[in-house]
């Protein structure tokens, strides 16, 4: 499948995100502060979740082929992170660093246990990553706007991580419960995504338009900013903050939805 950033570029980014994740920690005014986006977490909590998360990802990558994850002891470390924010901060660009000098060492086509199997996304080292680099960026957001600082996403890494979420989080082969919908996003930088959603499944295709012809009508649509477009996807705002048209219980339906209930 086709990706709109390289391997290196990915490996790049999450480097400048990771920097960004740590400038929020560190003008934030307090470690226990509430995470708005995650009320039962402090900022301290978030920073332990988030930098864990790095280093699972790093085993799963240095794991290669499996039938499932490797064991917390593999990553896990038994300590936590450590609660003084300069030893806080160290302990994440630690974490960070990791990650990258694993998928870095594996490249991006090691293949490795994913929990996304049925999607199109690839079950290989380079679709971590890119998970990763999305995954930090959105938690870079969350610690922002508990700062009372929120930057949107980058623009290269929101059309790209728009992309991983229909791709990666969206397509599936699992039978959609409801009537049968079609659903487009189109972002302001001149991408589109088209959702068929059926008792096949949820299809994800690129959406393009030759000249003079219009695409088949959808049932519903949004457009926004592809960092609005995420941070909507991720449920950091809600479809008010989006121009859209069609019946938006289709949204609603599609937030409640596990395809893996």
Do not use: N
């Amino acid at each position: 499948m086709q990706q709109i950033l390289t391997f290196a570029d990915q490996l790049r980014l999450i480097d400048e995100r990771s920097a960004a994740f740590r400038a929020a920690v560190a003008a934030a005014p307090s470690l226990d502060v509430q995470m708005q986006t995650h009320p039962d977490r402090t900022l301290f909590d978030h920073v332990q979740h988030v930098g864990m998360g790095r280093r699972k990802a790093a085993a799963i990558v240095a794991a290669g082929p499996a039938d499932a994850p490797p064991s917390e002891s593999a990553w896990g470390g038994g300590t936590g992170a450590p609660r003084e924010r300069e030893a806080l901060l160290a302990w994440w660009v630690e974490s960070v660093e990791h990650l990258a000098s694993v998928l870095r060492g594996a490249g991006p086509d090691r293949p490795c246990w994913t929990w996304w199997g049925d999607s199109p996304s690839p079950q290989t080292s380079g679709a971590w990553a890119r998970r990763q680099l999305h995954e930090i960026a959105v938690h870079t957001y969350d610690l922002q706007l508990t700062a009372g600082a929120p930057q949107p996403i980058p623009e290269k890494i929101a059309v790209d991580g728009f992309d991983d979420c229909q791709f990666t989080l969206c397509a599936t082969t699992v039978a959609w419960p409801h009537e049968p919908a079609v659903v487009d996003y189109h972002a302001a930088e001149g991408r589109s995504w088209r959702l068929r959603l059926s008792h096949d499944g949820a299809l994800v295709t690129r959406l393009t338009t030759t000249a003079g012809q219009d695409p088949d009508t959808a049932d519903v649509a949004a457009w926004g900013t592809a960092s609005d477009l995420v941070l909507f996807f991720y449920g950091r705002r809600d479809l008010d903050s989006l121009t859209f048209d069609g019946d938006r219980r289709v949204f609603d339906q599609l937030a409640a939805w596990d395809p893996s209930v």
